[in-house]
């Protein structure tokens, strides 16, 4: 992940080089070395950062280290610098423009000065790890073998096919478990409120059988009620029996007669572990239901009671692994022929060693390989076999991120920022993708259409879960319950996204993204000074905010954030309370490019928004405000409006505007 990180300061040193030419009298040398360096380091960490994962390879894993730090060091350098230049250049007060420019002249010679400075440091530093590097590496006598293995180094070209989208869920479930729980499902003689246990190892397959049983005709046709309640891992068994409640009745209120004889199927798709009490739990709250009703769990537990129906779901045999194994990986039929060869039997033969039969494991495996050259698959099973971490998921899952270019990698870590269980809209997420500046600038072809061919490879991988689409556009997605803690895991781990899980636990102060994710928003002794903060994202949305108190508050602690957090490039809040008016210390964000405010409360944007030299896009979905400040239409930038409303502009800036209704492509161009 260092070098995913490397290659936007990079990019970043060149704009500020050519930007301020001769006027960085002696830095521009330094920043030329710094970026040489660079450059080197990042050569270096792409060929053997593979290796980090590997328990021998400590000397890669300071090396890798190393880099992420220079790397933030060298960006905190530049951005400090743009900052203070803009600041001294224009100053807070426009009618003392003439008297402050003598003032601002000395200004930029300082800021230019200690920039030049920090650079030097920056390169000090370069120059010792390099030392240390040669030195080390020479008197290295680890044994872990060298990998052959090497990542992607680009994208393919766009998958056109929907097919090859498809998913592990695109599959037939065990048919003998799928008879097998259609059979307690149609059993009408049992009284109302019987419930049935899918019980198994997470991977294992449980909500994919439960979702076709659900589906199917037969069953549509035997319950009059049908819910499926999908909800976060940590809601109590209390609010989800109350929740569930209060869906059923609402569904009987619609219904002319109220006929509560009506049989019901109710599904609960929460990854617990433990439910043996919430099956009582949700009968007792139950007065109601006709004979034959049914509440259907998935979990990774049996009861200690086993009085219910029970399908238990275990790891799949050989031959079955082979077969989901040759799906994955798009084979039958007529191109059966080219998998002869004597190397790619060896890897089916040997399947059940880095799956262990874990559905989930074997279809990711099989999507990870058909991306990659014929020529990679032998040493790819060597990387597998001399990094086996323990867990047969966690493995390929690592793997699948460490073999994607720098830049998708960015983007699929970005993910881990939104909160579990959560869909995601792909046009709000190819915005911010586009705003934080990782997708690579293709000639002739718009950024939104670059976006959507990352996601449609990042499905295709199977890191990503295709929720919906439009055409050949991509609609929605998700992340896999499975996976997403790994990917949160090596956000973390790399310093690319902090996630705040609530509690008594305060957020770094060396956060560079934060994901705002718990539904007790922290308070503000949790979130004192973050200055080296870049992203901000807080979903509150998809079911997540189960407060009845409605919105959390997080208007006290914002004002002082955006006093402090004068780097952030990206804001989006959604569902949280921020007060009725954006605060006015908004007005600090010099760097900001995306401004995402779907907050229920708020009426009001200040006039200090019209300071926002850097903004491209504002969102103000689900908002009550009606009117935008004029001087927002006469900035510089021309940023575009988000909407769900008609909020009026002056005649010419039509262009700018997105209403974004039910029926409008979320992933519609700006």
Not at 201 to 226: M, P, Q
Not at 229 to 242: C, F, M, Q, R, V
Request: proline share 4%; hydrophobic share 35%; with cysteine.
């Amino acid at each position: 992940m260092a070098e995913a990180i490397v290659g936007p300061v990079l990019s970043k040193l060149q704009e500020v080089a050519l930007k301020e030419g001769k006027a960085l009298a002696g830095v521009g040398d330094e920043i030329d070395r710094l970026r040489e360096r660079l450059m080197w380091l990042h050569a270096l960490v792409y060929e053997t950062d593979l290796r980090t994962r590997s328990e021998g390879n400590q000397l890669i894993r300071v090396l890798a280290s190393q880099m992420r730090e220079i790397a933030f060091e060298a960006e905190d350098a530049v951005d400090h610098f743009v900052l203070k230049v803009d600041l001294s250049r224009f100053g807070r007060h426009w009618h003392r423009a003439a008297r402050l420019f003598f003032a601002n002249f000395g200004t930029q010679i300082y800021v230019r000065y200690m920039l030049s400075q920090k650079i030097k440091a920056v390169n000090m530093r370069l120059e010792d790890i390099h030392d240390n590097n040669a030195k080390y590496s020479g008197n290295n006598n680890e044994t872990t073998p060298a990998v052959t293995w090497r990542a992607s180094r680009y994208i393919p070209p766009v998958r056109h096919n929907w097919d090859d989208m498809g998913s592990y869920e695109s599959t037939e479930p065990n048919k003998t478990k799928k008879t097998e729980l259609t059979e307690l499902l149609l059993d009408m003689e049992i009284p109302a409120g019987q419930v049935i246990y899918v019980v198994g190892e997470s991977g294992i397959g449980k909500r994919h059988l439960v979702k076709k049983v659900y589906e199917d005709e037969a069953i549509n046709e035997k319950f009059t009620v049908r819910i499926w309640e999908k909800l976060p891992a940590d809601s109590s068994n209390s609010s989800i029996a109350d929740k569930i409640k209060g869906k059923l009745e609402a569904e009987w209120t619609k219904m002319e007669a109220e006929d509560y004889n009506s049989t019901y199927l109710v599904v609960v798709d929460c990854p617990m572990s433990r439910t043996a009490d919430l099956g009582n739990i949700i009968v007792g709250k139950f007065t109601k239901g006709g004979k034959g009703s049914k509440i259907v769990l998935a979990t990774t537990s049996s009861p200690p009671e086993e009085n219910g129906g029970i399908v238990k779901l275990g790891y799949l045999d050989k031959t079955t692994s082979i077969t989901l194994f040759n799906k994955g990986l798009g084979l039958g039929g007529h191109r059966e022929s080219d998998y002869k060869t004597e190397m790619k039997k060896n890897f089916r033969e040997t399947i059940e060693g880095p799956t262990n039969g874990l559905p989930l494991a074997v279809i990711l495996l099989a999507k990870l390989l058909r991306t990659m050259a014929y020529s990679k698959w032998e040493s790819a099973s060597e990387y597998i076999r001399y990094n086996h971490q323990g867990d047969p998921l966690k493995t390929i899952v690592s793997m699948g991120i460490d073999d994607l270019p720098d830049d998708l990698k960015s983007c699929l870590l970005y993910m881990a920022g939104f909160p579990d269980r959560s869909t995601i809209d792909a046009g709000q997420l190819v915005r911010l993708w586009i705003a934080e500046g990782f997708l690579t600038q293709q000639h002739g072809v718009e950024p939104e259409e670059v976006g959507q061919r990352y996601l449609k490879e990042l499905i295709f991988r199977g890191l990503v879960q295709l929720v919906d689409k439009k055409g050949g556009d991509v609609e929605s997605v998700a992340i896999r319950d499975q996976v997403h803690p790994f990917f949160r895991w090596e956000a973390q781990r790399t310093g690319f996204m902090e996630t705040y899980y609530g509690g008594s636990a305060a957020v770094p102060d060396s956060a560079r993204r934060l994901a705002l994710n718990s539904r007790n928003l922290p308070k503000p002794d949790k979130m004192k000074v973050l200055e080296k903060l870049r992203t901000l994202l807080s979903s509150h949305d998809n079911g997540q905010n189960h407060d009845a108190q409605g919105p959390q508050s997080f208007k006290e602690i914002f004002p002082q954030l955006l006093m402090h957090s004068t780097f952030l490039r990206v804001i989006s809040l959604e569902g949280i309370d921020i007060g009725e008016e954006l605060p006015r210390e908004i007005r600090n964000m010099l760097h900001l490019q995306y401004l995402g405010i779907r907050c229920p409360t708020l009426t009001t944007l200040p006039n200090s928004i019209r300071k926002l030299k850097q903004l491209q896009i504002m969102d103000v979905r689900g908002t009550k405000v009606t009117t935008l400040p004029y001087s927002f239409w006469n900035m510089k930038s021309k940023p575009h409006v988000i909407c769900d409303k008609d909020l009026g502009c002056p005649k010419g800036a039509e262009d700018r505007m997105l209403i974004m209704t039910p029926a409008t492509s979320s992933s519609k161009h700006i």
